[in-house]
């Protein structure tokens, strides 16, 4: 039997469950990527249907209408203009929510004036007899020229009904189900003569939107036909009040609603977590268990991975041949590795919680609780949701801030935003937090080291929240403001949604940082283990003259002639080079190093110190922190790490620009390097000015 | 009575008048905040903005300052 492919397109409002819906038709099977020049994600999936057919899933983003006001929005209608696009939908999903059906269907009747088979699923079914809603299917699908599944993804109700219809989606009505362009008839007939090959929503997008679209030049249409902005922001609005009349008509008879039955959870629930004093209560109490947890739970999988490698490594190097080769695996490729594995955990449980907070709604709540405060710094309420998923990532938190209306409130949410402890930061601190701050418990209960990690964050917080402030006052950006935001029904967070999410964002962000740690500790391995001159080459013979009145044992001699070909390589040659700068810091040549290849990403701090110190030590089998822990400043012959230096180093990652990849995603959503240079050059002076103050006063 | 849905009461029902449409965004729109849709005033903010709406059964929240650009005629 031959096989046939068919693309099929998951399109809805937000707050739907098409995610849901996706993970279901899905499962595992999907890949994560971008689309071609924009951050925007691209979700496709696999599904096997009935008489062998095989679907590819796209999942695109959440949108209200067709009327694009985010890049998000546009990859929508982009796709949808588009009938050479390889994606292309043959069948197109619209998925809608029982419970906001009216408002659904607007999108709905967009998408069925663009000709495409379309099949209106109708989700969250299970909950039509809590609500009290009861629909006249038959009628609904006359009067919408479609056909409609009602399912529930988040009991997995109705999907092999659903995969029975599409397989039909030949015999799908491609009609519209109003006629629109009655708004205006005389301007939409000189179109329809203008351009009458081509579809008449599709102009009217293109003249509306700000989408691209090949083969129509947006241009020429307006030229012809031109109509002031204001204008055409009259027919929109016309547009949709069309719209609107022509789906309540259709519901009067398709829908009843019993609001005697209709139990409402949400509102209730609403009552103590918007209250005044409970909501602030309740979100700090959260924050607060966050933070705790992250730094207690993640410890036991980080001492465990951490031991785990330092013994791998000393299991390769005694058990394959020696050699250059084993060397580069040893100290370079196998610490590497560990640098990155050791964040795993802490990345997971981030990614946990916030998918847990934008899964149950309660995220908008925040959103709601927060703007007044925030507009105050000239930030909007939603810039909590960056700031917040800036402690995972802050490349996912700027992709965030787009569905912030206002473009100055996005661009100081935007520059801020990687002040917020972000998860590359946690190695950084851990360690150091561990070596340089007591383990011991204040008031019977807070660890001092949890309390600290939880300092720290407040602090990213504080110099976001402060440095919005200044922005406020020096930007002069104009536009309009304006907010919305809906405030979804609160539900459990479903465990499959979760899990995948977890799932997929650590697997991306190992993946994505993996190759630069990994690339950059081989790096460092040779730039430690080559040096130029004969300082570098003729180390023994140095070594064995200097200290040949001191009667060293065999293996101190070994570590002496490690210790000085270490600082003759071609790294410690680069750190000693800044040494002069950073030394008013408290930092060595070695955390030099470190800091330097810090700027590409900062969690490479750890695994740096880790090759760097494998190189130059002589047991493979110490872990991390005990080798950082026993480094002692040959200048001062205090240890390295001590509270003075130690608090200086935590400072100095808390504020410098140290991510290449957020400035690149800066860089993106800005589109100038303006900005991104900004961050960059004010950050990092920040953070040395703030290091240098904090070690020289407690030094 | 005609007032704005700025000055709603919690809990108070009214019926969307009209607006400006220069001063209230399309999305508002299009999320159903039309002449003749019935809007609600659930919650207010521990602040006082923003304004947590029932409109037309879609729950969303808006800023006052585009809430006191929508006439409503209170009906309950």
Redesign the interface.
């Known amino acids: 039997m031959s096989h046939e492919n068919i693309n099929i397109a998951l399109i809805g409002n937000p707050n739907t469950g098409k995610t849901s819906l996706f993970n279901q038709l899905t499962g595992l099977n999907q890949q994560v990527g971008n689309y071609p020049g924009i951050t925007v994600e691209k979700k496709i999936g696999f599904c096997k249907l009935p008489h062998n057919i095989k679907a590819n899933i796209l999942d695109l983003p959440g949108t209200?209408?067709l009327?694009a006001?985010s890049i998000d929005e546009n990859v929508v209608i982009e796709l949808l203009l588009n009938r050479n696009d390889k994606l292309f939908p043959d069948v197109a999903l619209v998925v809608t929510d029982v419970?906001?059906l009216?408002?659904n269907l607007?999108l709905f009747t967009q998408i069925k004036d663009l000709e495409i088979p379309t099949i209106l699923v109708i989700n969250m079914a299970d909950r039509m007899e809590y609500k009290g809603i009861s629909l006249d299917l038959p009628h609904l699908e006359q009067e919408l020229k479609t056909k409609i599944a009602l399912i529930s993804s988040r009991k997995g109700l109705g999907i092999e009904e659903l995969k029975n219809l599409i397989v039909t989606y030949k015999t799908l009505s491609t009609e519209p189900c109003l006629n629109a362009s009655e708004i205006d008839s005389d301007y939409f007939n000189h179109l329809r003569k203008a351009f009458p090959n081509q579809l008449l929503y599709k102009l009217w997008l293109v003249i509306t939107q700000d989408a691209n679209f090949a083969n129509l030049d947006r241009h020429e249409i307006r030229n012809s036909y031109t109509k002031s902005l204001?204008e055409l922001?009259?027919l929109?609005?016309k547009e949709?009040?069309k719209r609107?009349q022509f789906i309540n008509n259709v519901l009067k008879v398709g829908q009843t609603i019993d609001k005697a039955v209709a139990k409402d959870f949400?509102?209730r629930l609403?009552?103590i977590l918007?209250?005044?004093?409970w909501?602030?209560v309740i979100f700090f109490a959260i924050l607060f268990v966050i933070f705790q947890s992250i730094f207690d739970w993640s410890s036991y999988p980080m001492d465990f991975i951490d031991t785990t490698f330092a013994n791998l490594s000393s299991y390769a190097a005694a058990h394959l041949q020696p050699g250059v080769l084993t060397d580069l695996v040893s100290q370079g490729i196998i610490p590497g590795i560990g640098g990155i594995v050791i964040f795993i955990p802490q990345i997971a449980f981030l990614f946990l919680f916030i998918s847990i907070l934008e899964e149950s709604g309660y995220m908008?709540r925040v959103?709601?609780?927060m703007?007044?405060?925030m507009r105050k710094f000239g930030l909007s309420?939603k810039s909590v949701v960056p700031l917040i998923s800036g402690t995972a990532c802050a490349i996912p938190a700027i992709m965030a801030t787009r569905n912030i209306?206002n473009w100055k409130e996005r661009l100081i949410t935007i520059l801020v935003t990687p002040f917020t402890t972000c998860s590359a930061r946690l190695p950084v601190y851990a360690i150091i937090i561990a070596l340089v701050i007591p383990n011991e418990r204040v008031l019977g209960i807070l660890n001092l080291q949890g309390l600290t990690l939880m300092l720290l964050y407040l602090l990213g917080f504080g110099m976001a929240i402060f440095s919005s402030y200044i922005l406020n006052l020096i930007l002069k950006v104009k536009g309009k403001?304006?907010?919305?935001?809906?405030?979804?029904?609160y539900k459990l967070p479903l465990f499959k949604n979760v899990a995948i999410n977890v799932l997929e964002k650590t697997k991306a962000f190992v993946t994505g940082a993996g190759k630069i740690i990994l690339a950059i500790s081989i790096i460092l391995w040779f730039l430690a283990s080559y040096g130029p001159g004969k300082n570098f080459s003729n180390a023994e013979a140095i070594v064995i003259e200097k200290t040949q009145h001191s009667n060293l044992s065999e293996t101190g001699l070994e570590n002496a002639v490690a210790a000085h070909k270490l600082e003759n390589s071609y790294i410690g040659l680069m750190g000693k080079t800044i040494e002069p700068v950073i030394s008013p810091l408290g930092y060595d040549w070695k955390i030099g190093i470190a800091i330097i290849s810090s700027f590409a990403a900062r969690e490479v701090f750890v695994g740096t110190l880790a090759t760097i110190y494998s190189v130059g030590g002589s047991d493979n089998d110490e872990t991390i922190k005990n080798k950082m822990a026993a480094e002692i400043n040959p200048i001062t012959g205090k240890k390295v790490f001590n509270f003075a230096s130690g608090i200086s180093l935590l400072l100095f990652y808390a504020f410098a620009m140290q991510c290449a990849s957020t400035l690149a995603v800066t860089k993106k959503e800005t589109n100038t390097w303006k900005w991104p240079a900004a961050q960059l050059v004010f950050m990092s002076a920040f953070a040395y000015v703030v290091a240098l103050i904090a070690y020289q006063l407690l030094k | 009575m005609q007032t704005t849905i700025h000055s709603l009461k919690k809990g108070e029902k009214a019926i969307i008048m009209e607006f400006d449409?220069?001063a209230?965004?399309?999305?508002?729109?299009?999320?159903?905040c039309?002449?003749g849709n019935i809007v609600e005033l659930?919650?207010i903010?521990?602040?006082?903005?923003?304004l947590?709406l029932d409109i037309?059964?879609?729950?969303?929240?808006?800023?006052i300052?585009?809430a006191k650009e929508i006439i409503v005629d209170i009906i309950s």
């Open positions: 209200y209408s009327n006001s419970e906001n009216k408002r607007l204001s922001k009259r929109q609005q949709t009040i609107y949400s509102s609403d009552r918007t209250h005044k004093v909501g602030y908008s959103v709601f609780l703007d007044k405060i309420g209306e403001t304006f907010f919305v935001v809906e405030m979804p029904n | 449409l220069d209230v965004p399309l999305k508002l729109l299009e999320m159903g039309l002449p659930l919650q903010a521990p602040l006082g903005d923003p947590y037309n059964g879609s729950h969303l929240a808006i800023r300052e585009t």
